[in-house]
């Protein structure tokens, strides 16, 4: 089976690569993991490369470029040709096929609640995911919670980070424009940069300023003082993808 991925720098994808290889090795089948940086053409091609019949059935999270682009050709024309295909993660309703996800939403939601539950109010939000269907949504719940408690919505306290972007930079805007006294990190290492700059700026974390992540690797619980993430379960995804994709695989 083909597995496509958009980062292994991103722990959560380490643990699904994790779990879809223990089904597979307990199933007996061998897998082919390929990386597609974030692009579209790097994933188009890795697409195009495994439709030739080097495997029986994909796993795949989309790229940020391919929804960004919603350019979703390749999966479609692999569905036609009756391989079977698993998305996980970062999906797209444009292709019939069985998916995996999380209620993203629900997570942003409720990381954002438990930071207005603690008396938080100036909540800022750093994303370097926002491109994804991913992003979107723990964005829209973090909006959604900012609008229960009647908080006005203020775009400067969402950070959107590109790759070529000075984190340093953009987290001087930031703790300029406002007293915030919470932030809420869509993904682990960058939680953990946050995390260095705002000590170094001399804000006591969490007394001063609160930070939430997401993933729950072991890097955020070296650091001190230890993050609060938000779980992402990709063992149990990568599992569950795999066991999903082989049945297809095996159903006539």
């Known amino acids: 089976m083909g597995v496509i991925v958009p980062n292994i720098l991103n722990y959560f994808f380490v643990q699904v690569l994790y779990g879809i290889e223990k089904v597979a090795n307990e199933k007996g089948y061998n897998i082919i993991s390929c990386i597609s940086d974030e692009s579209f053409e790097k994933e188009s091609k890795t697409l195009e490369f495994l439709d ?9 999270s989309l790229s940020q470029e391919t929804q960004e682009k919603q350019r979703v050709e390749a999966l ?4 036609d040709n009756y391989i079977p295909i ?5 999906v797209s309703e444009l292709v019939a096929c069985d998916k995996i996800v999380v209620d993203d939403f629900e997570a942003g939601y409720k990381a954002t609640k438990y930071f207005l539950g603690t008396g938080c109010s100036t909540i800022a939000l750093i994303s370097p995911i926002s491109k994804s269907s991913v992003g979107k949504l723990r964005f829209e719940g973090y909006n959604k919670a900012l609008g229960e408690k009647n908080l006005p919505f203020d775009k400067n306290l969402v950070v959107n980070l590109g790759k070529s972007d000075d984190l340093d930079i953009l987290m001087s805007l930031l703790l300029n424009h ?7 990190v869509l993904d682990e290492i960058t939680a953990v940069k946050v995390l260095q700059i705002v000590k170094t700026r001399g804000y006591r974390v969490p007394d001063a300023i609160s930070i939430i992540g ?7 619980e070296v650091v001190t003082p230890r993050l609060t993430m938000v779980s992402q379960h990709g063992k149990y995804i ?8 082989i049945k297809r ?3 006539p």
């Not at 698993?86 to 970062?90: G, Y």
């Not at 406002?178 to 809420?184: C, F, P, T, V």
């Open 249 to 251: 695989i095996e159903t």
């Open 76 to 79: 479609i024309d692999i569905v």
């Open 238 to 245: 990568g599992e569950s993808a795999a066991k999903q994709l």
């Open 52 to 60: 030739s019949g080097a495997v029986d059935g994909l796993i795949v």
């Open 214 to 220: 997401f993933t729950n690797d072991q890097l955020s």
């Open 86 to 90: 698993v998305l996980f993660d970062r």
């Open 178 to 184: 406002a007293s915030i006294d919470a932030i809420l």
